[in-house]
């Protein structure tokens, strides 16, 4: 095995292990409140693969975009961990830091920080 395949066995194993660690949080509430709203889950379905990624490619061509920089955003959009990225970096950019929140570097400050500090 060289290095290359190592490297892709790596991002599979973690995009893997990303959506098994999210699907174990899933509630049997969860499920039955899908299985019991069957339009509401083809729209979504619909939505997330198809919609989306017609969107990215519209917008890509729209604005001229590089087809490297087009690819990547289509990737983005059909991958199937996209919000989990998103969810978790939310205490990163909220108003009011959390308990158990990030502390903001040196140098910078939340807003609500810098509100307090100019009054």
Known sequence: MNLQSLIGLGFT???FLGVLAVGMRVASTDLRY???RP???ARSVL???VVAPIV???VCKMFSLHPAVT???VTLAVAPVGALFSQAM???VSAEPRAGSMPAPAG???PAERARTLT
């Open 71 to 73: 690819l990547a955003l």
């Open 34 to 36: 899908l299985w019991d």
């Open 47 to 49: 939505a997330m693969n």
């Open 108 to 110: 910078f400050s939340r």
């Open 56 to 58: 990215v490619v519209l």
């Open 39 to 41: 339009a509401r889950l």
């Open 13 to 15: 194993l973690s995009i």
């Open 90 to 92: 939310l205490p990163l």
